[in-house]
């Protein structure tokens, strides 16, 4: 199963940049059918977190995904999972 990594690590404070990498990393699994996005924020001060978690509430966001889960082991790692029929 193929999946798609975003580190946000190089560009943590250029907030149009993480958008467009976000969006980017949504609309390439989207139209390859990837079912799994791994989002990687950072541990941090959490803001960067917040900042994705925001993005990934927008109205025209949310209905692209199908679930987010936390990593247990790793606070600054979430997953975005997509469902295709």
Do not use: C
């Not at 193929?2 to 980017?24: E, R, T």
């Not at 987010?68 to 600054?76: L, R």
């Amino acid at each position: 199963m193929a999946k798609i990594k975003v580190d946000l690590h190089p560009i943590y404070n250029n907030s149009k940049a993480i958008d467009n990498a976000l969006l980017q990393a949504f609309e390439d699994a989207i139209e390859k059918r990837i079912t799994e996005v791994e989002i990687i924020p950072g541990k941090g001060s959490g803001q960067l977190k917040k900042k994705v978690q925001r993005f990934l509430q927008m109205p025209h966001i949310k209905p692209l995904y199908h679930r987010i889960e936390n990593d247990s082991k790793n606070f600054g790692r979430l997953f975005v999972y997509f469902k295709y029929k």
